[in-house]
T-cell receptor, first 113, second 113 residues
């Protein structure tokens, strides 16, 4: 089976712009989670989607949003970018059950200038 | 609330010597625990998972971890380090009743020739 794929792999944006990141889960997986990884804060949970519904949300401002499509692909959007949004954004997929193993994609590295 | 604490931010070992990466967890119930590895500029790869079936869990690439309830520990070990093991390792607990992971702060393993 193909793994989790994320596009694009690298992005450079300027402050105030918005960005959309995409994640395609492993075939058959219905849950997609997003995490932000920074040197200062480590890995932090953003949100999780299952069957197009957001089931959990982390402690991030409303500028961070996401959605999931009927084919389980997910997108994450960050509006009004700030310098502090520079990070590696990781997507993970699972079958969707509680405490199921999550499989991670390679990430999208976002640099905000 | 569940949490994990990785006791060492950096560990250095010589090639061919044993590896010990320490992780303590906090949970009022029997948790699901994971170890993931992240190589530079890559996503997270699952090493192993504990789900109460057996206290000694064997993972990929010769790694294993032992769940010790009395010590609330889930340390990762490998008998003989290889240069390719140099990476960052994350201990993770799956938060009960949600679908999100809680990550430790990571341990960077350096393998000396």
């Amino acid at each position: 089976k193909a793994g989790v794929t994320q596009t694009p792999r690298y992005l450079i944006k300027t402050r105030g712009q918005q960005v959309t990141l995409s994640c395609s889960p492993i075939s058959g997986h219905r849950s997609v989670s997003w995490y932000q990884q920074t040197p200062g804060q480590g890995l932090q949970f953003l949100f999780e989607y299952f069957s197009e519904t957001q089931r959990n949300k982390g402690n991030f401002p409303g500028r961070f949003s996401g959605r999931q499509f009927s084919n389980s692909r997910s997108e994450m959007n960050v509006s009004t970018l700030e310098l502090g949004d520079s990070a590696l954004y990781l997507c993970a997929s699972s079958s969707g059950g509680l405490q199921e193993t999550q499989y991670f994609g390679p990430g999208t590295r976002l640099l905000v200038l | 609330a569940q949490s994990v604490t990785q006791l060492d931010s950096h560990v250095s070992v010589s090639e061919g010597t044993p590896v010990l990466l320490r992780c303590n967890y906090s949970s009022s119930y029997s948790p699901s625990l994971f170890w993931y590895v992240q190589h530079p500029n890559k996503g997270l790869q699952l090493l192993l998972k504990y789900t109460s079936a057996a206290t000694l869990v064997k993972g990929i690439n010769g790694f294993e971890a032992e769940f010790k309830k009395s010590e609330t520990s889930f340390h990762l070990t490998k008998p003989s380090a290889h240069m390719s093991d140099a990476a960052e390792y994350f201990c993770v607990v799956s938060e009960r009743g949600t679908y999100k992971y809680i990550f430790g702060t990571g341990t960077r393993l350096k393998v000396l020739a």
